[in-house]
Structure formats: C-alpha cells, structure tokens
C-alpha cells in the first residue's frame, strides 16, 4: 500500500527541530501566566522553599535532536514520579499477578493522600500503584526484594543521569512530617497489604521520593518507555515489553491523580506528576518527556507544566490519539470545552 499523509509512519514523526523550539517556547510563555495560580507544596516544610516561577522541559525524540528549554538542568526530587519506578521494579522482580494481589489497577477519583477509598473500599487493595496508599503497598513488596541502593543504581541507569542522589534534607522533612503517609502505612498492615515492617517500608518509600533528578533526567526515562522499554541509541533493554505496556496504561488513566481523566482528554500523553513540581510524559513511539514547574495546582500537579503539554500535544503530535485531520473545522469555544476548562486549570 503507498504511503499517504496519514499513515501511522508519518504520524509517529516529529516536525523539525528548529520549529519545534519555536513551539515550544511560545508554549512556555502562555504556561508561565499560569504560575500566580498554583503555589508550591507547603505541607513538606523543604518543598515551599522552592522558587515557584521556574519552569522547564525536554523532549527527546526516539529519532532526532533533544530538545532542552527553561530549567530543565535544575535538580528537584521526584516525589509521586518515583512510583513509576517503584512499579517498574515491582513488575520485573515480582511479577504481574503478585503485585496486583497487593494493589488495583483503576483510577481512584480521591487525592493522592487520601485514606477514605482505602478505609470504605470492600476491597482490601488501594485502588492503583500511582497514589501513595498504592505505592507504599508496592514498597512492602520491593523491600524484601532489593536495597534502596540497588533503586538507586537502577534510577542512575534508567534515567541516564549518575549524578542522582538522595535529598537529604528533604528526606528529613519529609520523614518529621509523614503523619498521614504513616497512617496509611499501619491501615495497609492491617488490612494485611504490607507484611513488612512499616517504619522500614516507610522510610524506604520516602527515600525515593526524595531522589533528585531534573527534566532532562524524566525525558531519557521517558524515552526508554516510549520505545518499549529499549534504549534507542544502545539497544539496551531495561525493563519487558508487558511491564512497558502496564505502566504506560497506569500513567494514562491514574498518573495525574483526580485530575486524570480530564487530562487525558485535553493531552492525551500517559503522564505521571509528583509534588516537587515534576512531570515525566511518554509520548509512545515518539518521544520521551521530562517537566519541571513547581508551582501546583488544586490536585497537586504542575500548573504551568500541565498547561505547556496541552499547548504542544498536538501541534508536535505527541498526543497519543493524534491525527493530521483533527482541528480542521475545530472550535475552541463548545460548552463542553468551556465546563473542563472551568473545573481544571489545564
């Protein structure tokens, strides 16, 4: 069959890297009015002493020059992205049906801390590994299995970046306040989800969320994701196909927390935030990207981050259900446009 405008070949490349820049900094200067909107995370005392106007990103194609704008050099801790690696480890080592005995696999419609799904569900689980009661689950798991050392090395190599290291004084902040983190904990013992010691799996899961990484870091784990889990430049493999897909699902329809679904529509990139300000995207086939912008919005993701994706999504066809037709006679001012972008500051 010849090829034709809009054959998935065609769709699956970027647009030259010249204009891509050019997109992308105009993106940058709308998601920057977003800032004075959103403000920095303040529950752990380290984080609200972030400069909340700083803002950055990098795309790097599977095919073609990395794309490097803003901040996307400066070191923040990962938080929430951490569980993506978390969930990568959990899957290879332990294995699909042993981790989702431990934890579901749908969105949860609650925040991130929340304990009331947790408490009211009839199902013993927390609902996804992307939320923190989903995640300490998943530490329980890891915490027999490998040191937070062997995570290290692994979040060095996956991320392509050796200089990662953990915070120290966030992790001590963070540490001297996890009340409700700690709460959840002891509610997963009980119900029998963490078998391990819980000030152990505590900490374990707090040392990971407090690794620094920067833009740059999240874009080259991210374009190991959208490449199936293969290093495209060393042919390396860093984690299976299956794990690729599983985690790849989970950051579509769970990676934002209660902000998923409406991000899902209005981006379209499988995304997983964290409160530090970071947002590693895959745009499968095509790029792996990596976000830093720390001032929050209301279900505690980027502001700014989240504004820039959805001004790029489809102008560099990184959204996952891109089509060259789409726009064509399309109307920015229907009433359904108008109610999501009034309930989420996307």
């Known amino acids: ?188 013992e009980s119900k029998g989800i963490i078998t391990t010691d819980v000030e152990d799996t505590l900490r374990f899961y707090t040392k990971m969320c407090s690794l620094n990484v920067t833009a740059e870091s999240l874009a080259n784990l991210g374009k190991k994701l959208a490449n199936d889990g293969v290093c495209a430049i060393t042919g390396k493999r860093y984690l299976s196909s299956r794990t690729a897909r599983i985690v790849k699902t989970l950051m579509l329809t769970c990676g934002m927390y209660d902000g998923s679904g409406t991000f899902a529509i209005m981006v379209g990139i499988p995304t997983k935030s964290g409160v530090g300000g970071g947002l590693l995207s895959v745009s499968d086939k095509r790029a792996g990207i990596g976000v830093f912008g720390p001032a929050l919005d209301a279900q505690g993701n980027s502001i700014a981050g989240c504004k820039l994706l959805r001004e790029i999504s489809n102008e560099l066809r990184l959204n996952l259900f891109y089509d060259p037709e789409w726009n064509k006679d399309d109307d920015d001012h229907t009433v359904v446009n108008e109610m999501i972008d009034a309930s989420v500051g996307i």
């Not at 803002?55 to 801790?77: A, M, Q, W």
């Not at 699909?96 to 009331?116: H, M, Q, T």
């Not at 970046?161 to 509610?187: Q, W």
Request: charged residues 25%; glycine residues 6%.
């Open 1 to 188: 069959m010849p090829n034709t405008p809009n054959t998935i070949e065609k769709q699956y490349h970027l647009i030259e890297t010249e204009k891509s820049k050019e997109i992308i900094q105009k993106a940058m200067d709308l998601a920057r009015e977003e800032i004075p909107k959103g403000a920095v995370a303040t529950y752990i005392p380290e984080l609200s002493k972030i400069d909340p106007h700083q803002l950055g990103i990098c795309i790097y194609p599977l095919s073609g020059e990395k794309i490097c704008l803003g901040d996307y050099n400066v070191r923040f801790t990962m938080q929430s992205v951490s569980k993506v690696l978390m969930l990568i480890v959990a899957l290879e080592i332990c294995g699909r049906k042993k981790v989702f005995e431990k934890v579901g696999a749908e969105p949860s419609g609650e925040a991130f801390d929340s304990l009331v799904e947790l408490d009211m569900n009839n199902d013993s689980r927390p609902y996804n590994p992307l939320i923190n009661s989903g995640a300490l689950a998943v530490c329980g798991l890891l915490l027999p299995e490998v040191s937070f050392q062997d995570m290290l090395r692994y979040a060095r190599e996956i991320c392509s970046d050796p200089g990662i290291t953990m915070n120290e004084k966030v992790f001590d902040s963070e540490m001297k306040t996890c009340s409700r983190n700690r709460s959840i904990a002891y509610l997963l």
